[in-house]
């Protein structure tokens, strides 16, 4: 049986502070991206959220200069709780800030983290190994808000007390949890934000800084304002490693459908996976395929494009989250070529005959920002065809909506 000395305990409950959020009404004025954790470095497993969403604000937390609110919302029939950048969020009231100070502790069993503190909330799916080294920001009842390594980044998620060995369980009344999604709270009336905000709101002319998709200051020096409201508006496209897991010889399309445009080449005929299988990525789903880069037997490079789930093993069909895209009109400033292999800038076809032809913006590649992960349409001489592939950032403006 787990064991406690009171000392310990008096000191934990001095060092870890109590949480008990009642919640703040609010709604979102754009869509809202949903981290684990209050910054870049968390993991996004559940994508994007549309502006319609009902939320409250539990709290708030500032990290590296910007202020991240941990949001409350029901989704699929159960409970989540994630972090969302302050500017996409309209709230009204007072706000608790969350701690930024952790004690350390160990897990002492493998264990289920949750997205709040109950398992009435949804389970995380990748289970917390025991003597997994977590940092604990502070306890609701018997749950802690804990942080650890999931993979390659970080993730946080609501453990249970019993599970870790130093922490103990902090008595509070919470306002309790509802077991059902409650009737809409009236929202005020009020003239919508605008798509785009006046300049001086966003970038920084003369210091040539403006504020990410994720709410995080961003030096656009070199480039022009066009870019920088490329970087305000579209998110990172995320991505996990699922190596050896591929299966040869699927056909590999442009975008998530038959419809789409499929690589072609004379030599080769068109586009499939090869008998290669390192280093894949594994970008996420979209109405039934999966968005992947993988290795091209051709040119030793590697290609993104979009397979049936079937060509991955089962075990990453159900890690694979929705894809984290947006979809903005843009315009190109110039002649551009799309690529699949943005790595090697290897181009398979114009997607315009001159400058100002109308695409949709869907996300940056990485955090370089050099490339737009973009939809269009394609003309291979006998039919039009819907297509995507990556255009360079800078020959690119988005579009008023």
């Not at 064991?3 to 009642?22: D, G, Q, S, T």
């Not at 159960?78 to 897990?107: C, F, H, L, M, Q």
């Not at 929202?187 to 210091?207: Q, V």
Request: proline share 6%.
């Amino acid at each position: 049986m787990k064991k406690r000395l009171i000392a310990l305990c008096l000191v934990l409950l001095l060092l870890i502070p109590e949480m008990a959020f009642a919640g703040v009404e609010a709604y979102l004025n754009q869509q809202m991206a949903t981290r684990s954790g209050p910054g870049t470095k968390y993991t996004e497993e559940l994508g994007t959220l549309p502006s319609n969403t009902e939320i409250t604000v539990t709290a708030q937390v500032e990290t590296a200069g910007t202020v991240w609110y941990q949001v409350e919302f029901y989704k699929n029939g159960r409970w989540y709780r994630a972090y969302t950048g302050k500017k996409r969020v309209n709230a009204y009231g007072n706000i608790p800030w969350e701690s930024v100070n952790y004690s350390s502790d160990i897990t002492i069993a493998s264990t289920t983290a949750y997205y709040g503190p109950g398992s009435n909330y949804a389970a995380r799916k990748m289970e917390v190994s025991r003597n997994t080294e977590v940092r604990v920001f502070g306890v609701e009842g018997e749950w802690a808000l804990c942080e650890y390594r999931e993979n390659n980044k970080w993730a946080r998620g609501y453990i249970n007390v019993n599970h870790l060995e130093a922490t103990a369980a902090v008595p509070v009344t919470p306002s309790p949890v509802p077991t059902q999604k409650p009737t809409a709270t009236p929202r005020p009336t009020a003239t919508p934000a605008p798509k785009y905000k006046e300049p001086n709101n966003i970038l920084d002319l003369e210091k040539r800084i403006c504020i990410t998709y994720y709410g995080e200051e961003y030096s656009y020096a070199g480039h022009d304002e066009y870019y920088a409201l490329l970087v305000g508006e579209l998110p990172v496209m995320s991505y996990f490693d699922g190596v050896p897991c591929i299966r040869s010889h699927t056909y590999v399309y442009s975008g998530p459908g038959e419809h789409y445009w499929r690589r072609y080449n004379p030599g080769s005929g068109y586009a499939y996976t090869g008998t290669l299988d390192t280093n894949l990525r594994i970008y996420g789903k979209e109405n039934g395929w999966i968005l992947i880069r993988y290795p091209s037997d051709a040119n030793g490079g590697y290609r993104y494009g979009w397979v049936i789930p079937a060509a991955i093993s089962a075990a990453n069909q159900a890690r694979t989250p929705k894809v984290d895209f947006v979809s903005l009109p843009a315009m190109t400033t110039r002649y551009l070529d799309a690529t699949d292999d943005p790595d090697r800038s290897i181009q398979y076809g114009g997607t315009t005959e001159s400058a100002h032809i109308k695409v949709t913006a869907l996300a940056f590649l990485d955090e370089e920002r050099d490339w737009v992960y973009c939809e269009y349409k394609y003309d291979d001489g006998s039919r039009v065809y819907d297509a995507r592939g990556f255009l360079p950032a800078d020959g690119l403006r988005l579009l008023e909506q």
